[in-house]
């Protein structure tokens, strides 16, 4: 049996059109659809739910930790793969970031180790409250045969020298490139490596000095604070103070940016972190908002571009340099205060020392994998950033990205303290509405927390 079928040829196929209507144009490029934005917006919501999906920040801890609270961490400038440690106890670790193990552990100081920082020629140097500052050499060759409990006591083979001062130390500083370092405590004192005796005494007021650090950038200038709520800058070329600024409280911890040499951000007790020109000093550049208890450490990333906090509400935070509100917020249950916390010298991770006696490692970001990824993972990730990066102010997309579990305590302090501010700013707004013209001027927020400065010229004048 036949059966016809109607065959045409595609080349003879003309299509019906009106004559007098034009032809619609079209653009042929495959590279173009009418549903482009559409489409993208589609693949950016997934890409930042899979985001949340992977997000698994906390990646474990170094050996068997501390058997006292962490309350120093010092990372090697010269290597990605160590860091040091001091605890309450007085001991000191040295760990390998790659086996997770510590190299070399030491009772270094009768007390807390309250202050560590290593030296451009990979020697450590640690402050206690015993009144002494001690140089040690951290090279493996030195610790050989060190077993996981073994514990060097002060006269073992890695301490190279013994300063003695008055009085206790609270902070340690080394210069970048200059065998000198310098102290805080009841003063700020200068010292060369090389003497036995501080070369220069910096203080300028009677308070003591919690934190102290040296510029990475312009080596010869360094900053402190004071218990008396004072940020101070000093410069080792005069030997003299050159600025201070007062606040309404007292800040804990300070960080210069590794890049912009001029800022710095301190860490203040009324919760929130701030940045600052060190060339004006009357108001600050940035907040840093969202903790509900005092900042115990901030630090820059080596980039420059974010910065890490730790608080005593048992939180860290991660913070864009540029926002005023953490991209991420990282915790476990078992963890308690947080007193430490530092980035890794290629800025891919984040450790932190806490009063549990550990010290934990988490990824600086939560969904990203330290494996082998093949070119076409690595576009897939690239574009997938760009189009969140786009669409990123779009509502649904927001409220998925910003979305975080926090503890119960911190959820409902937050609340509360949420509520506290409204009514503050509800209060001083009625002042102002119903006082006389010109008599309550508005006083911006990065100014508010500033009571005074005092420069260099100011100080010469009284």
């Known amino acids: 049996m036949k059966v016809k079928t109607i065959s045409r040829s595609s080349d ?3 299509p019906v059109r009106n004559t007098q209507e034009s032809p619609l144009p079209r653009n042929l490029n495959p590279a173009l659809h009418p549903f482009e934005r559409a ?24 050996g068997d930790g501390h058997r006292d609270g962490v309350y120093q961490i010092c990372r090697n400038p010269n290597s990605t793969g160590f860091i040091a440690s001091g605890s309450g106890d007085g001991v000191i670790k040295y760990w390998n970031l790659t086996s997770r193990s510590e190299s070399a552990s030491f009772k270094a100081h009768y007390g807390m180790c309250s202050g560590l920082a290593i030296t451009p020629v990979n020697q450590l140097l640690s402050c206690g409250e015993d009144k002494t500052v001690k140089l040690w050499s951290v090279s493996s060759d030195e610790f050989t045969g060190a077993g996981d409990d073994e514990v060097y006591n002060a006269a073992g083979a890695g301490l190279l020298k013994t300063y003695v001062s008055d009085h206790a130390f609270s902070g340690v500083s080394h210069h970048r490139i200059e065998p000198m370092f310098v102290t805080g405590g009841a003063v700020i004192q200068l010292w060369d490596i090389n003497r036995s005796k501080h070369v220069s005494d910096l203080s300028w007021g009677a308070d003591n000095v919690t934190g102290v650090k040296f510029n990475q950038t312009e080596t010869n200038i360094i900053a402190s604070t004071g218990s008396d709520n004072s940020i101070v800058l000093y410069d080792t070329r005069t030997n003299t103070a050159i600025q201070k600024c007062v606040t309404n409280f007292r800040n804990n911890c300070i960080s210069w940016n590794p890049l912009e040499a001029f800022n710095f951000v301190t860490g203040n007790e009324d919760h929130n972190a701030y940045l600052w020109d060190m060339r004006n000093l009357r108001k600050s550049l940035n907040i840093y908002k969202d903790h509900v208890a005092a900042i115990t450490d901030v630090d820059f990333s080596p ?3 974010e910065l890490v906090t730790a608080s005593y509400d048992k939180t860290i935070r991660i913070y864009n340099a540029r ?56 576009n897939k990730l690239e574009y997938d950033d760009k189009l969140k990066q786009r669409f990123q102010h779009m509502p649904q997309i927001k409220r998925i990205a910003r979305h ?9 302090a937050q609340e509360i303290k949420r509520i506290e501010l409204d009514s503050i700013k509800r209060r001083t707004e009625n002042e102002r ?3 006389k013209p010109g008599s309550k001027p508005f006083v911006s927020e990065r100014e508010k927390h500033v009571r005074g400065t005092v420069n260099d010229s100011d100080k010469s004048n009284k």
């Not at 489409?39 to 698994?56: D, G, I, Q, S, V």
């Open 323 to 378: 926002a005023g509100h953490s991209r991420d917020i990282y915790h476990t249950k078992r963890m308690q205060r947080v007193f430490q916390t530092k980035f890794s010298s290629d800025a891919r991770y984040i450790l932190s020392g806490s009063d549990d006696t550990n010290i934990r490692i988490w990824r600086a970001n939560a969904s990203d994998r330290a494996g082998i990824k093949s070119a076409k993972q690595r």
């Open 39 to 62: 489409r993208e917006y589609t693949r950016a919501l997934n890409a930042t739910k899979l985001e949340r999906m992977f997000a698994k920040p906390f990646m474990g801890q170094l």
């Open 12 to 14: 003879t196929y003309v």
């Open 404 to 412: 975080r579990h926090v503890p119960k305590v911190v959820k409902k």
């Open 433 to 435: 509405r119903h006082s």
């Open 303 to 305: 980039t420059g571009e």
